[in-house]
């Protein structure tokens, strides 16, 4: 008899192709993967014999579902809600939901798959999930917001709990948002329990959680200039976006004495020679999570320079902190960034460097921190909120913060366990791939064909 066994990488990247027509976001993050894996377990039939890439990158479970929500206007409007639990090997499905037009089926199933990577890579007992819909929060008032959140989540609290599923935000869904989905699944199920993370302080949030992916991305660039006995001090730095993470990752790089030149949001970017301050970022938090304002203001107010439509990559810069959406650093991109000098990025956005980015950054062996092991803070403090909320207690905010150091470094550990090549360049990627790989797999053995 002949036994189906996964050996080949291209006869696995056909199956998936296949078997998920279309999905090209999704086949990029599994393909990001399983160049590293089939490598690895070559010599290591059992995980072979098991099929474990093949269970790992068919989900568990893909749920859908309509969203109908009444606008001020009194229109009837409807948009496609998801969930996708895509592996609960280790601990309760985890992870965040996105509102942006273009979410589709294939850009949550390569945040669940990658995140399933990340949250092993923390240490902590999550599996990987994403969520989302196609709504647009742009432009609408609060109360929009409200109803859109009541309804999306009278569908989802169905498959969510404390134990099963906990959803967090991403991007278009911030504080504001988890407010409302709490509130709705409270309502539903007469319950207070930490079905949500990112929630606020009022009720039941972690101190840090705001912070944690910025910070977290910085943490681990220092790491890595660390590890060449470097640091970020001095050093120009070109960031991307101008919510949550960017902001974060700015206000982190500043207090190490980087200097942040641009700040960017789907309009374009700033370019501020003088660099961006606490002051000048403190006005970037107001205009983007209370004013919802467009960047450009930015530029207006403080007389930086304003680039319409583009993004910062032009900008000379020793360090890239990508932190706006997935695929915005191209193949040219990432050729402009190096021969301006560029000596690291970390990757603050989910999947923001494209195959042909990593290629180049790769081939010209620069600093290349990885999404699944960058921004790894912020999930990692989601975890800890969800323990917190187990044991009803509050931890104080310098504990947190502690905590999201360590484990930035301990990640930053695994992938030198697993990444350092001969002659001491470290590949981060095949690091993070191997080392989120190991611990789920593992866990997927103990539980036989399930
Ligand atoms: P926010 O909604 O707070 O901010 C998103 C930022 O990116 C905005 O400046 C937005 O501009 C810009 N942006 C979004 N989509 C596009 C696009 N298609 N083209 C150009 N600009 C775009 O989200 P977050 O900061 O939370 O998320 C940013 C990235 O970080 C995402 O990849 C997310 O998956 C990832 N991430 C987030 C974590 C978190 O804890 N929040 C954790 C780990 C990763 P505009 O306002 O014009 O839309
Ligand atoms: O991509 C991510 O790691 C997040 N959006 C955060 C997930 C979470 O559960 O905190």
């Not at 134990?163 to 935000?169: S, T």
């Not at 209370?290 to 900008?315: L, M, N, T």
């Not at 932190?323 to 990025?345: F, M, P, R, Y």
């Not at 323990?387 to 504990?399: G, H, I, M, Y």
Request: a positive charge.
């Amino acid at each position: 008899m002949n036994k189906k066994t996964s050996t080949n990488f291209d006869i696995f990247m056909a199956w998936l192709i296949r078997t998920n027509p279309g999905q090209k976001e999704f086949h990029q993050a599994v393909r990001e993967v399983a160049e590293h894996i089939f490598p690895y377990i070559e010599d290591k039939p059992v995980y072979q014999e098991m099929r474990i890439m093949e269970r790992l990158s068919e989900p568990d479970r893909v749920i859908s579902f309509r969203v109908c929500w009444e606008d001020k206007d009194g229109n009837i409007n409807i948009n496609r809600g998801y969930r996708i639990q895509n592996n609960n090997a280790i601990g309760p499905y985890k992870g965040g939901v996105r509102f942006h037009p273009s979410v589709n089926l294939s850009i949550l199933k390569f945040l669940a798959f990658e995140q399933t990577f990340k949250n092993s890579l923390t240490g902590l007992p999550m599996g990987g999930a994403k969520g989302g819909s196609d709504f647009n929060p742009k432009g609408k008032t609060d109360r929009e917001v409200m109803r859109f959140c009541q309804a999306f989540m009278s569908e989802l609290a169905a498959h969510i709990g404390h134990d099963k599923d906990v959803p967090a935000g991403d991007i278009g869904v911030g504080p504001r948002e988890i407010g409302y989905l709490f509130g709705q699944y409270k309502r539903l199920t007469h319950e207070f329990t930490g079905v949500l993370t990112g929630k606020g302080m009022e009720y039941g949030g972690s101190h840090g959680r705001i912070e944690a992916t910025g910070y977290g991305t910085v943490y681990f660039l220092e790491d890595m200039l660390k590890h060449q006995g470097k640091s970020p001090k001095g050093k120009t730095c070109v960031i991307s976006g101008s919510g949550n993470v960017a902001q974060y990752a700015c206000e982190k790089a500043i207090q190490l004495g980087a200097k942040v030149v641009t700040l960017s949001d789907s309009n374009g970017f700033i370019y501020d020679k003088d660099g961006v301050t606490q002051e000048k970022l403190e006005f970037v938090k107001e205009l983007k999570e209370v004013k919802r304002g467009r960047i450009s203001d930015y530029a207006k107010k403080f007389g930086a320079e304003f680039y319409q439509g583009k993004r910062p990559w032009g900008v000379p810069c020793d360090i890239a902190l990508p932190c706006a959406t997935q695929n915005e650093i191209s193949g040219d991109e990432a050729k402009t960034l190096l021969k301006n000098g560029l000596i690291a990025v970390s990757e603050g956005a989910n999947m923001p460097t494209s195959l042909e980015g990593i290629r180049t950054f790769q081939k010209a062996k620069i600093l290349f921190a990885p999404s699944k092991a960058a921004n790894a803070g912020g999930v990692a403090i989601s975890g800890l909120e969800m323990s917190q909320n187990r044991a009803r207690l509050t931890w104080k905010a310098e504990e947190l913060q502690k905590h999201l150091r360590r484990i930035m470094t301990e990640v930053h550990s695994k992938c030198l366990k697993y990444g350092e090549e001969k002659g001491g360049h470290v590949n981060y990627l095949k690091g993070a791939n191997i080392g989120g790989f190991k611990k789920v797999a593992d866990a997927m053995l103990a539980y036989g064909v399930v």
